[in-house]
Each structure stands twice: as C-alpha cells, then as structure tokens.
C-alpha cells in the first residue's frame, strides 16, 4: 500500500532555515509529481510548489517564490521541502501529498514546524 | 491564480440530512475539480476527483457535480463520521488552489 511518512516536528528560531522529509513507499516514486501544502494553525489549506521526481521540474506558489526548495532522492524514493527565512507567519503543518490523475490522493501525516523566539 | 469560493463557510445538519456545498471557481476550470474531507488532526483525504469520480474506497452517499466554473458536493443521509471541513481544490493550472473550506457540524 503507498505510504508517505514525513519527518518529525520541528522548532525553528525566525530567519533560519527548516527541511522536512517525505518517505514513500508503496508505489513508483518517479511517475507521479509530488506537492507541499501547508495549514496554519486553524486555517485552511494552501499549496506551496510541487516536484516530478524523474526529472526534477519544480513549481513554485508565488508568495514563498525564492524561499522554497523542493528536491528528491530518487534511490532512496525521499521527497523533500526546505523553507528559508522563517517567520511566524510561517508556523504551519506541511503536507506532502502525490497527484495522479490531477486530484492529491496520497498524503503524508504532517509536520508541525513552529517559528518562535 | 485561480479563486475558488465555497458556500456555505459553514453549516449544521442532522444525522441522515441531505447536505449540499457549492465551490466556484474565478474562472473555467473544466471538470479539474477535486473535493477533500478533513478532520481534526487529520491530513485531508480524496473523495471526489475530476468534478464527479468517487475515489476508491469513498461512500457512495458522497457525490460531485459540476463544470467550468460551478461545481458541487453533496452528501446524502449524514452520518456521524462525515461532520468534519470539507474543502475544493482545482488542478486546471499552477498554482494549484483551494477553496476556504465548509465546516459541517451537528444541528
């Protein structure tokens, strides 16, 4: 079965730097593109970028255009997400999820990341 | 970026109600219209992709309707596991978008 299990939760101190893990398993890792959402705490969803494992194409949201960087191992089927010059504002839980057939079908757990002081 | 708007934001309904929950899309979007339910702590989970596909493994009392830029989500005889947030989400271009979501509670 495919399973997407994300990398802990994690506390970052504002301007600083957090990369989180997606481990896949359960399908081929390089047919499908992988996407970020994340969800502040209490609000609704939000799409951040997405990646194709084979090739290594990304897009990214506007408004984290120059902060985000998605990458992948594609011998160890890992997806990851790295967000740089945190701010509150960026407090969230991130998801990964994959995209077959235009709809997001498999999900990680989520991981919480906080940005304090 | 494409907008969608849900309405209602929220609503309440009874166990066996018939509930339905429209999404609007700024634009035409052809049918790249999926619906996610998500509850408390949970990440969102698929149940309806292409405007109108159940997903594998979703009750049949879950249905989607709709093109271009007026979709739907309906929900017949409620039960206690389907109060939670629903939420739309088109794929027709990047970035991808979603509705603000729906809270479906008990009445």
């Known amino acids: 079965q495919v399973e997407l299990v994300q990398s802990e939760s994690d506390v970052k101190t504002p301007g600083s730097s957090v990369k989180v893990s997606c481990k896949t398993s359960?399908?081929?890792?390089?047919?499908?593109?992988m996407h970020w959402v994340r969800q502040a705490p209490g609000q609704g969803l939000e799409w951040l970028g997405r990646?194709?494992?084979?090739?290594?194409?990304?897009t990214y949201a506007h408004h984290v255009q120059g902060r985000l960087t998605l990458t992948r191992d594609t011998s160890r089927s890992v997806a990851y997400m790295e967000l740089s010059g945190l701010t509150s504002d960026d407090t969230a839980f991130y998801f990964c999820?994959?995209?077959?057939?235009?709809?997001?079908?498999?999900w990680g757990q989520g991981t919480l990341v906080t940005v304090s002081s | 970026d494409i907008l969608l708007t849900q309405s209602p934001s929220s609503l309440s309904a009874s166990v066996g109600d018939k509930v339905t929950i429209t999404c609007r899309a700024s634009q035409n979007i052809n049918i790249y219209l999926n619906w996610y339910q998500q509850k408390s702590g949970a990440a969102p989970q698929l149940l309806i992709y292409?405007?109108?596909r159940l997903q594998s493994g979703v009750s049949s009392r879950f249905s989607g309707g709709g093109s271009g830029t007026d979709f739907t989500l309906t929900i017949n005889n409620l039960q206690p596991e389907d109060f939670a947030i629903y939420y739309c989400q088109q794929s027709s271009t990047t970035p991808y978008t979603f509705g603000q979501g729906t809270r479906l509670g008990i009445k």
């Open positions: 292409a405007a109108s």
């Open positions: 359960g399908y081929t890792f390089t047919n499908y593109h």
């Open positions: 999820t994959t995209d077959r057939d235009w709809a997001l079908d498999y």
């Open positions: 990646i194709h494992p084979n090739s290594g194409v990304t």
